[in-house]
Nanobody, 121 residues
Framework: VQLQASGGGLVQAGGSLRLSCAVL????????IAWFRQAPGKEREWVSC????????FYADSVKERFTISRDSASNTVSLHINSPKEEDTAVYYC???????????????WGQGTLVTVSS
């Protein structure tokens, strides 16, 4: 399974940005797609995840009601819509795939390369 993240860039606080994660490979090898992020000088943290099969979605409290995760089964793409970003959302964002819906990164064996999001005030 290979993942390709894209869509990062510079965005103003209060604006919007969409990240995309293209998932290539056998769908039988993963059930969940998650987004994690790593801010400068901080540990990587879980942001959101979505079920490939039924679309159930979960969010970290810090992004709930501002971020929306979605999936397009036809293209095997998962998007993360970032609305009303704050400066503290600045981070490298990674998408990951695994068999289980989880907040723990070591349960995701497949990772994309990361895309940088910078939020300016």
């Amino acid at each position: 399974v290979q993942l390709q993240a894209s869509g990062g860039g510079l965005v103003q606080a209060g604006g919007s940005l969409r990240l995309s994660c293209a998932v290539l490979g056998a769908t039988s090898r993963y059930e969940a797609i998650a987004w994690f992020r790593q801010a400068p000088g901080k540990e990587r943290e879980w942001v959101s995840c979505i079920s490939r099969r039924d679309g159930n979605e979960f969010y970290a409290d810090s992004v709930k009601e501002r971020f929306t995760i979605s999936r397009d089964s036809a293209s095997n793409t998962v998007s993360l819509h970032i609305n009303s970003p704050k400066e503290e959302d600045t981070a490298v964002y990674y998408c990951a795939a695994g068999l289980y819906m989880a907040k723990v990164e070591n349960l995701y064996p497949y990772w994309g390369q990361g895309t940088l999001v910078t939020v300016s005030s």
